[in-house]
């Protein structure tokens, strides 16, 4: 069943909620891969807060933060990355959502400026206020770039150390201030692997979840340098044909992917 989610700005005062997700301790409840339920028998003790994220297939929908992970029948507790790949897009960005306003509201519960107990905007909006020092804070979006280095028929992938996984991958990096989205393509492919690159091509972008990033994706052509992987943020990278990929990608579902499964069809001329 396909599923489509309009996102909203938080109203005064929340609607009544039709459709429920709840988050604990970096997890959701899920009914096998079903995170959004009908409302289910939680003690209302443990609801620190609820917010109003959207509508869902027409229906009000809300996320409640639990102080514990409390045991539901038919029920359990899993990580917001096991459910890449095994639910509909639309879905697992829901679920995304859902994640970050919960650790938004987590996080920012005290005044970072002065120390003091924030509240709720009473204005309608997605913020938390300190009383004390008026200080305003928003759920946190941190823009990052992923590109796709290429060289004539051959794409750039690297396996990130951090990572534990042994994908290979494009290579991806936080916009730092003051810095352009362009920019930062070009740093970061310098800093990791030690190559200039040319003129960036925008792709698209993806917000991704883990936990708070909003993905801009590129193309950028190789323009001089040899590999030197800096073998702290990346182990190894290589120069890989369109007809000879690692057995391994990142899925379709991620920005990663799409820009390597695009680069495969323009060299080739065929759907991947």
Same mark, same amino acid.
């Given at each position: 069943?396909?599923?489509?989610? @309009? ?15 709840? @988050? ?47 045991? @539901? ?45 924030? &509240? ?20 946190? &979006? ?60 925008? &792709? ?27 073998? @702290?943020? &990346? ?38």
């Amino acid at each position: 069943m396909s599923h489509q989610f @309009v996102p909203a700005a938080v109203l005064s005062p929340q609607p009544v909620f039709s459709c429920h997700i709840y @988050v604990s301790g970096g997890q959701l409840l899920c009914a096998g891969e079903v995170f959004v339920h009908d409302r289910l028998d939680v003690p209302a003790e443990l609801v620190v807060a609820s917010h109003y994220l959207g509508e869902l297939s027409g229906q009000t929908c809300g996320v409640h933060l639990l102080s514990a992970a409390v045991d @539901v029948p038919g029920c359990e507790w899993r990580g917001l990355r096991s459910l890449l790949g095994l639910v509909e897009e639309e879905m697992f960005f829901l679920a995304g959502r859902a994640m970050q306003v919960g650790n938004w509201d987590t996080d920012h519960r005290y005044c970072g400026r002065c120390g003091s107990a924030t &509240i709720c905007s009473p204005r309608g909006e997605r913020a938390r206020i300190c009383p004390s020092c008026q200080l305003s804070v928003y759920p946190r &979006i941190s823009p990052c770039v992923i590109m796709l280095v290429t060289r004539g028929e051959e794409c750039l992938l690297a396996r990130h150390s951090h990572h534990r996984h042994g994908l290979f991958t494009a290579l991806a990096g936080f916009i730092e201030p003051g810095e352009s989205a362009e920019q930062a393509v070009a740093r970061e492919v310098n800093e990791e692997v030690g190559l200039v690159v040319g003129q960036p091509h925008y &792709i698209g972008s993806q917000p991704w979840p883990f936990p708070g990033q909003l993905m801009l994706g590129y193309t950028v052509p190789w323009l001089a340098g040899g590999l030197k992987p800096d073998r @702290v943020e &990346i182990a190894e990278a290589h120069w890989f044909h369109y007809s000879d990929l690692p057995a391994e990608i990142p899925p379709p579902q991620t920005l990663s992917g799409q820009l390597i499964r695009g680069f495969v069809r323009a060299a080739s001329g065929k759907p991947v």
